[in-house]
């Protein structure tokens, strides 16, 4: 933080809109005159403007580079300024003289210019004048607030659009071909909104209160504003303080003192494309004690620049914010009037060093890139001895007597053969692909990575009376898992038709359910504190892992590193069993279960009361388990050594209750970066996504709604799509590179508490609270939207099909 320029005025300026822009700042003196300074040379006389008969109320920069305009105004003249004209004119010895473009306005507050700068808005009082910046005529005039008008910007993608904010706590969109409001939006906060800024990149409107709070809708054609996301400076300080104590080692006892007043003064957009920082996209936010910087993907506080860290400062607490960023050289230009003192000083703030710093990571991968090492427990092994049988007399070993119907002997009840020797017609061109086809039963197709997100809904099917808690399709995507609410777990084809087949067993309900690799068995867990696995072959669980076993209840479980091993969390332990499931049977101990299974680890999480979601993948070798914690951490355990490679403090406001990797699927392929991003959601805090490589925050969801219930989310196997349930009774499906939302998906029954798309074709199946499924596609073809209701399933319709 550099201070170019400081200037004490004969009055206060706390309140008053001041001009800045990449090469230019204006400084009001004595009230009706304007001082404007050069950048590059501030000992350099500064241009004086004079020409108003009223103390000057507001000042702005025109947008364009060439010619560089100024807009004054006050009580009697808003009046226009060519800059490089007027420099002319005074280096001639003439006066420098501007254009008047309005009279008798009353008090403006706000100035702005389109971005041709062809026209200006002025706001005085609740009414906001459209003028042209070429002559003295009223082009349109807008009035509809409650209170004063506080500020309005051109939007910079329709010249059409206009956007105020107001003392009545909305803001509005305005149409200024039929001079009408297009969209008003609720009571945001219980203080004044200050400022809006429009962003054309994302096509978002960003607008800040007197209490420190911004929020982000995005502005779509039919100018409906929709909610993306929303930033509190006081907590986000707060996080943000925490985590420097984290990572400084300090002392996590003392309470972190945030001021009460952070009122959103100014905001300022700072986009670039560097080799240090890609694709930054930062909010520079102009506060009473400083700067502060946020991560418009994430909502998270990047820096905070306060005064109070430099000393020698002339302003001590601000009042009034010009923030003006330059994209070529990663400096934000500011200029800065002082709250209880008549001092003005321009200040310089440079985000270079701040974005090598974002640059460096952890160097974690999810890709294992080295063999386990021989101490690690992924290199247990499971010893399954034989059943022990005691040997009789002799050699000749007891067999069971087998009768057969029909024994081929010596082939006389068989047609005599007509030639010794035929040949072979039926010859296959590529038999062992063949064989392969017909032993997996599996015709293997890419998955269309160039497909629309499903939103076209093609079945709807009612299985149930209580919540569909989780779904999970196996790898080839042909068959669907269900866990229910009434302890059973139902198993569909993928198409939701024909009756299931139901797995009953556990005595609360389903809360995890998980396909091996093989697609052989799956398994679920329950809270119960009982994991089950199952198979093709009997109604009956091949392993059953009962509760003596564990003292919490089993919230996540699933196959893990191939398939070797089975990882579940209870409570605050972490296990991992290795087990061998053998489905042959022994008609003399036909009751005897062969399969066997053995801890081969437990790990006990510390910092947290209990493990509230975990994630690791099954589909290819990797040493990382992901866990979540009551105390609202992310873990990221190494199981090649058998630790905790990082730690991330404070990842949610509320504790995270799933979480999920981008997996991809058999039919996809993405780039091998894209396999390190992670997904997790939390209560009233929505949805983020993260990089294991910089274990940091990558981007935020906020447009669904998630208060109480613990609704789930979903990657796509192509890696460009996540879905998440919702409480308004809808799914939600968001471009991964954007925070806005691509599809609502309406008209659900209730609360969707769980979602999960197809591996093999681009699908979305939705389960609700009352326990409704419905299927949607992708393509845009006819809807094929039909309603059926299956019987609800019960531990007495199990025993009676089985009878």
Not at 348 to 359: M, N, Q
Not at 469 to 497: N, P, V
Not at 556 to 569: C, G
Request: proline letters at 4%; one cysteine or more.
């Amino acid at each position: 933080m550099i201070e170019k320029l400081s200037l004490t005025s004969d009055r206060l300026l706390s309140h008053q809109q001041l001009p800045c822009c990449n090469s230019y700042c204006g400084i009001p003196m004595c009230g009706k005159k304007m001082l404007i300074y050069k950048h590059v040379d501030t000992n350099q006389k500064p241009l004086l403007l004079t020409g108003h008969h009223n103390d000057i109320t507001a000042m702005t920069f025109g947008k364009g580079s060439s010619p560089v305009l100024l807009c004054s105004a006050s009580a009697d003249y808003i009046i226009v300024w060519d800059i490089e004209l007027c420099q002319k004119r005074s280096m001639e010895g003439e006066v420098a003289a501007g254009t008047i473009i309005g009279t008798l306005l009353g008090d403006i507050a706000y100035l702005s210019f389109c971005f041709s700068d062809e026209r200006v808005a002025a706001c005085s009082g609740r009414t906001v004048h459209i003028l042209s910046s070429k002559r003295q005529e009223v082009i349109a005039t807008l009035s509809s607030h409650m209170g004063l008008v506080t500020s309005g910007e051109f939007c910079p993608w329709n010249k059409d659009i206009f956007v105020t904010t107001s003392e009545d706590r909305t803001f509005k969109v305005w149409n200024l071909n039929t001079h009408s409001v297009c969209y008003q939006s609720f009571v945001l906060s219980a203080c004044p909104l200050l400022t809006v800024l429009l962003l054309e990149e994302t096509r978002h409107i960003i607008t800040g209160s007197a209490d420190g709070q911004a929020w982000c809708f995005s502005l779509s054609d039919d100018h409906k504003c929709h909610l993306v996301t929303s930033v509190d400076l006081h907590n986000i300080e707060k996080r943000h303080q925490r985590h420097l104590q984290t990572v400084e080692h300090q002392p996590g006892g003392a309470e972190v003192k945030v001021e009460d007043s952070k009122p959103v003064l100014k905001m300022a957009f700072y986009g670039s494309v560097t080799d240090t920082n890609k694709d930054c996209s930062w909010l520079c936010i102009g506060s009473s004690d400083g700067l502060y910087v946020v991560d418009l993907a994430t909502s998270e506080l990047l820096t905070a620049l306060y005064f109070k860290d430099h000393p020698n400062l002339s302003i001590k607490v601000a009042g009034s914010w010009s923030i003006s960023p330059r994209q070529d050289d990663s400096m934000v230009v500011s200029l800065v009037s002082a709250l209880f003192a008549p001092n003005v000083a321009l200040m310089e703030f440079s985000l270079t060093d701040f974005g090598r710093i974002l640059a460096g990571g952890e160097g974690l991968s999810v890709f294992a890139s080295s063999p386990p090492l021989l101490e690690s427990p992924l290199t247990a092994e499971l010893k399954k001895t034989a059943p022990h049988h005691p040997k009789k007399k002799g050699d000749m070993k007891e067999h069971p007597l087998v009768f057969h119907t029909k024994v081929k002997s010596s082939g006389y009840t068989a047609s005599p053969r007509r030639m010794m020797f035929s040949p072979k017609t039926n010859v296959q061109k590529n038999p062992a692909s063949a064989s392969s086809t017909k032993s997996t039963g599996l015709l293997i197709r890419d998955y269309p990575a160039e497909s629309a997100a499903p939103s076209i809904p093609q079945v709807h099917l009612t299985i149930a009376n209580k919540p569909i808690y989780c779904l999970q399709y196996s790898g080839d995507g042909k068959e669907i898992l269900c866990g229910l609410g009434d302890s059973s777990l139902l198993l569909y084809k993928s198409s939701l038709t024909g009756k299931p087949n139901v797995c009953t067993g556990h005595d609360k309900l389903v809360s995890s359910v998980s396909w091996s690799l093989s697609r052989q068995w799956w398994l679920s867990a329950s809270e119960d504190q009982t994991v089950r696995i199952w198979t093709h072959d009997s109604p009956e669980p091949a392993i059953i892992m009962r509760e003596d076993l564990f003292s919490k209840p089993i919230r996540n479980a699933q196959f893990y590193y191939l398939d070797k091993f089975v990882l579940l969390s209870s409570g605050p332990n972490l296990f991992l069993y290795l087990y061998d499931v053998d489905v042959t049977c022994d008609d003399i101990k036909r009751y005897e279960k062969r399969s066997v299974i053995k801890l081969a680890k437990q790990f006990k999480v510390t910092s947290a009361t209990g493990i509230t979601a975990l994630s690791a993948v099954n589909d290819f070798c990797s040493y990382i388990v992901l866990v979540c914690g009551s105390d609202r951490s992310i873990q990221i355990f190494d199981m090649n050594k058998a630790a905790v490679a990082s730690e991330l403090l404070d990842a949610h406001r509320r504790p995270i209750h799933y979480i999920t990797q981008n997996k991809g699927s058999m039919f996809s392929t993405q780039t091998p970066e894209s396999y390190n991003l992670f997904l997790t959601t939390a209560v009233t805090d929505g949805l983020k996504i993260w990089d294991l490589r910089t274990i940091r925050c990558v981007r935020r969801y906020d447009n669904h709604l998630n208060r109480c219930h613990p609704c789930t989310a979903a990657i796509s196997p192509c890696g460009r799509f996540i879905a998440s349930g919702s409480e308004d009774n809808c799914a939600y499906v968001y471009d991964i590179r954007s925070s806005s939302y691509l599809h609502k998906l309406q008209k659900h029954s209730d609360t969707v508490l769980t979602v999960t798309f197809n591996p093999a074709t681009p699908q979305l199946l939705t389960g609700t609270l009352d326990g409704k499924l419905r299927l949607f596609k992708s393509s845009s073809g006819e809807c094929l939207s039909h309603e059926t209701s299956a019987p609800v399933c019960s531990a007495l319709d199990f025993n009676m099909s089985r009878q």
